[in-house]
């Protein structure tokens, strides 16, 4: 299928091709993949399955060694991270990476860098228009984190401060504050108990149809991936061995091998 | 208000201290400055005491500029004194009889007028040696985007050599039949600062020069806060703490480093500029390497990141520097019957003084808030905190 069907079709993300290659190991191998607007899809795989470098090349952090990445029918292949971020593309990471020493409010606020227009000039002399933004700034943040479920005590408090789960939610309330159409969450059940697990499966149903999103998941916890996705890819050694529905694909055998190993 | 706030925040020695009451804090910076400018009234100049504040609050601007680097953006700077040199090499081409077939001037009183060179309002120079500085920041920065850590304090410290052995050999460099610095030898001398045109300040009365340090202390202070509690400072603070998650919000990396280095190199060349006029020469041997680590000592010592912390460290050590090592304590080895004499022994003491911060108090004199908080724990909820307001 062409990109432009594929566009056409409503995918709000296409990556064509994409292959990424580090000296001699080839960490992602030929993967053509799309998201279509207001879906959730995960990916999935065993470890050092490419899937992080695979993130990595959407959101920007990497170049694709080939291949094309498409969002919302522009060509972001080789476009730098905060300009993916500004076209609607945010994520949260594996290993939890607030700034640690800003607050749960200033970490959102830095969310909403690239809908901010101040300058050195304006920070300094603080004309009315910049008055105004700091303070829509300042609301939004609070308005995120009470949507993420953090408690309004807590806004004030040092990121590296708060709980595990709080942490978790802080993160998502800082990629949700730079305004995405697109969510990447890396991992967002590592470390969580079956209950938190399960308020996060509903959070994400919450966010595709109370912010109108289109959520990418990398997941391990399957009962998460099963529960909420509406498609799965398997990567494995850099290569997608299935995509489907989750029930498709877990009956599939080459992704019971990639998980358990050959059987007989 | 936003200097207000931050007085309360920061002014706290300890930190399980009661609350502060809410006027306490204006009232506290309103004193402080009030003391600050009446001081040279009761000093003679003989003192020497004008002098070394003088010059203490000259490098209190020069911290807080480096502070906007190394301390906000945790981009480390072992160059800093380029923005002194380049700062001080506007005074001496801008305001000074260095080019004498020249023929220049420009706000300046009827006096200078009548001299051969360049002479323009030390305002003006300011400017001028504020957006060479901007730009030489620019051109340091670009070389460090791609590097982390240590390798932009190499990369820093080459470009600080360079600069000091382009003012050394300047004078071999011609445009023209025109040298372009006058190496050793310095240029000399320089225009005395006048704001309006009138007869410039001279050396027989220091204290407008102390109190035009202190109103650029002041004008940077207030910069240096309005800045940190500002999209951009918290752009920079994010650097500082992760920058693949700072690039992955929207911050672009690029931009966001650069104008951290031309922001801390103009108010760097703000102060190069003071100095050069103050000082009445511009010569190479004023641009010794030590001078960064001198600067750079400050920052440390008062608390890196925190506006007030760098303050506190800028006065104490130029004034364990310029009075109480050179002046006070010099003769006190000899008085055990030791042949030497404790100013050789300066950079030995900083380096022990800095050793000991380090054991004791890391985290500095007066830290930033945000290390302190995270030093203690769990304080952050119940404090009266600063907050971004509109």
Not at chain 2, 4 to 11: F, R, V
Not at chain 2, 56 to 63: E, I, K, S
Not at chain 2, 89 to 115: D, E, I, M, P, R
Request: hydrophobic share 50%; net charge neutral; charged share 15%.
């Amino acid at each position: 299928m062409s990109d432009q069907a594929q566009a056409a079709n409503g995918n709000i993300l296409v990556a064509d091709r994409v292959s990424k290659i580090f000296g001699g190991l080839v960490a992602v191998n030929d993967v053509s993949f799309a998201i279509p607007r207001r879906s959730i899809v995960s990916i999935i795989g065993p470890n050092g399955a490419g899937k992080t470098t695979f993130f990595n090349m959407l959101t920007g952090l990497y170049k694709p060694s080939t291949g094309r990445i498409l969002f919302d029918n522009k060509d972001v292949t080789r476009a730098r991270p905060d300009l993916i971020t500004k076209a609607g593309v945010a994520r949260t990471f594996q290993n939890i990476r607030l700034f640690a020493t800003m607050t749960a409010l200033e970490n959102v606020m830095v969310g909403q860098h690239s809908r901010m227009k101040a300058g050195i000039f304006g920070s300094i002399f603080r004309p009315p228009p910049v008055r105004k933004e700091e303070a829509r700034v300042t609301e939004h943040a609070r308005e995120m984190l009470k949507f993420v479920g953090l408690r309004e005590r807590q806004f004030e408090q040092l990121a590296i401060n708060l709980s595990y789960g709080d942490q978790r939610r802080v993160e998502i309330a800082r990629a949700l504050a730079s305004g995405p159409s697109l969510l990447l969450l890396d991992e967002p059940t590592a470390g969580m108990n079956p209950q938190e697990s399960a308020q996060l499966t509903d959070f994400m149903n919450r966010l595709r149809d109370e912010l109108e999103l289109s959520l990418l998941l990398i997941e391990h916890d399957m009962k998460v991936v099963m529960g909420v996705s509406e498609r799965v890819t398997v990567l494995d050694h850099g290569e997608k061995i299935a995509e489907g529905e989750p029930q498709a694909v877990r009956a599939n055998p080459a992704v019971v091998e990639a998980y358990l190993g050959k059987q007989g | 208000m936003a200097v207000a706030t931050d007085k309360a925040a920061q002014g706290r020695f300890g930190i399980r201290r009661p609350a502060l009451p809410p006027w306490f804090s204006p009232a506290a910076a309103a004193v402080c400055v009030l003391v600050a400018a009446v001081l040279p009234l009761f000093f003679q100049q003989a003192s020497g005491f004008i002098d070394d504040s003088t010059l203490a609050l000259a490098y209190t601007v020069m911290a807080l500029g480096l502070n906007v680097v190394v301390g906000f953006a945790g981009l480390l700077d072992l160059g800093y004194l380029a923005f002194f040199a380049i700062g001080a090499l506007c005074t001496g081409w801008f305001s000074s009889g260095f080019y004498g077939n020249a023929n220049v001037h420009v706000g300046v009183s009827k006096f200078q007028q009548s001299l051969p060179g360049i002479h323009l309002n030390w305002l003006l120079v300011v400017v001028i040696a504020m957006l060479f500085c901007a730009l030489a920041g620019v051109i340091i920065g670009m070389p460090t985007l791609r590097l982390r850590g240590d390798y932009i304090a190499i990369v820093t410290l080459a470009f600080g050599e360079i600069i000091r052995v382009f003012v050394t050999n300047g004078d071999e460099l011609k445009i023209g039949s025109n040298p372009l610095t006058a190496g050793r030898a310095g240029i000399s001398p320089i225009d005395g600062i006048s704001f309006t045109g009138g007869q410039p300040f001279n050396q027989l009365d220091l204290r407008p020069w102390y109190w035009t340090a202190l109103g650029m202390v002041l004008i940077v202070l207030f910069c240096n806060i309005r800045l940190r509690d500002s999209r951009l400072g918290r752009a920079w603070i994010a650097i500082r703490e992760d920058e693949v998650a700072a690039a992955s919000m929207g911050v672009p990396l690029v931009k966001t480093k650069l104008l951290s280095y031309a922001t801390g190199a103009a108010f760097g060349g703000a102060a190069g500029a003071f100095l050069g006029a103050y000082l009445n020469t511009v010569n190479a041997d004023q641009f010794a390497f030590s001078f960064s680590i001198f600067i750079l000592a400050m920052i440390i010592l008062g608390g890196l990141g925190s506006i007030w912390g760098v303050v506190v460290g800028a006065v104490v050590l130029s004034f364990i520097n310029y009075r109480l090592i050179p002046d006070t304590l010099n003769g006190l080895p000899g008085t055990f019957g030791l042949d030497f004499e404790l100013a050789q022994l300066s950079f030995g003491i900083f380096g022990f003084l800095l050793v000991i911060m380090m054991v004791l108090r890391p985290q500095g004199l007066l830290p930033e808030r945000r290390r302190e908080m995270e030093l203690e724990e769990h304080i952050g909820a119940d404090e009266q905190f600063v907050q971004v307001q509109a």
